[in-house]
């Protein structure tokens, strides 16, 4: 692992320009190997959850959480990598002029996360075969959310698999969407938003809204490693009717709202509002305890 060979400007330059920023490789063959082995090594301890992706309308493939005690390489990639990520991350606020700011370091931003109920370990390991892809998607998991999120290729494209892009979209306020398609090499990781960035136009910088996903795996065995910043209250992510349903028990729901729709926070509601209660039937099915409208 080589983070201080890890140009820091030409990363925020090309998340700039492009919405993504190829970093490495960091992790060795080995490593990339080692990790992957973990992916079906029977130690279910390391996983807190498996998600089939087809079950809940995702896609095709699947992935699994990491649980705390997360494994180290992961854990000191997380630190060391929110550092410098935390320093673009307040510029883009700062630009976009949202009041949030982050810690220059992770502790106290997971501290943050944990206080609102946000407890649960987002780090993932993620496994398609020929056929499967993943729909275009944002990592939301609760209130608080890290804008700026790595994925590590730990398959060797051409040799492992073919096919299964990550891709990259851009929702520009009344203009056409732009897709970015990005090519990784094994050990490498991808630096890209979680949900949305800011863009200079020609009027001044405005906001896209950001989606990612991988294209279809077209052979062989694709790996990844996924690391997000922010810790989850819930493993549903953001869906595309615009709320995240995050948990419900008993006649309680608490909703957070999308960030398209400009809402932010989180509210309880005893009787769901309606966009929940489709959300509700939507995500119907999934093998999680929901509330039943
Ligand atoms: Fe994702």
Redesign the pocket.
């Known amino acids: 692992m080589h983070l201080e060979a890890i140009d820091w400007t030409q990363v925020s330059t090309d998340l700039d320009a492009y919405g993504a920023a190829v970093i490495g490789p960091l992790l060795s063959t080995q490593q990339c190997g080692d990790l992957v082995r973990l992916y079906d090594s029977g130690d279910e301890n390391l996983f807190r959850n498996r998600v089939v992706m087809s079950r809940h309308g995702y896609g095709r493939g699947e992935y699994k959480y990491f649980a705390y005690p997360l494994p180290e390489i992961i854990s000191e990639l997380r630190t060391k990598l929110y550092e410098p990520l935390s320093a673009i991350a307040n510029d883009w606020n700062d630009v976009l002029k949202i009041d949030t700011r982050y810690p220059s370091t992770h502790r106290p931003f997971l501290d943050r996360c944990h206080q609102a109920g946000q407890t649960r370990a987002t780090p993932l390991l993620l496994q398609y075969v020929a056929g499967d892809f ?1 729909c275009l ?3 939301l998991y609760g209130e608080h959310a890290f804008p700026l ?1 790595i ?1 590590f290729l730990l398959s060797a494209p051409d040799r492992d698999f073919r096919g299964g892009e990550l891709v990259l979209t851009e929702q520009r306020p009344r203009m056409q969407s732009r897709a970015e398609v990005v090519h990784v090499n094994q050990g490498q990781g991808v630096i890209f938003p979680v949900h949305h960035r800011p863009v200079q136009g020609a009027r001044g910088i405005y906001r896209v809204t950001m989606r ?2 991988v294209s279809r795996l077209r052979s062989g065995t694709r790996h990844t490693l ?1 690391i ?1 910043f922010h810790d989850s209250q819930s493993d549903i ?1 953001q869906m595309d009717f615009g709320w995240t349903l995050l948990h419900a028990a008993d006649d309680e729901c608490i909703a957070v709202g999308s960030v398209d729709q400009g809402f932010s926070g989180s509210g309880k509601h005893s009787e769901p509002p309606r966009h929940l209660k489709s959300a509700a039937n939507a995500i119907r099915g999934a093998d999680l305890p929901l509330w039943n409208p």
């Open positions: 993943n998607h944002q990592d999120q994925a990612h996903g996924g997000i992510p």
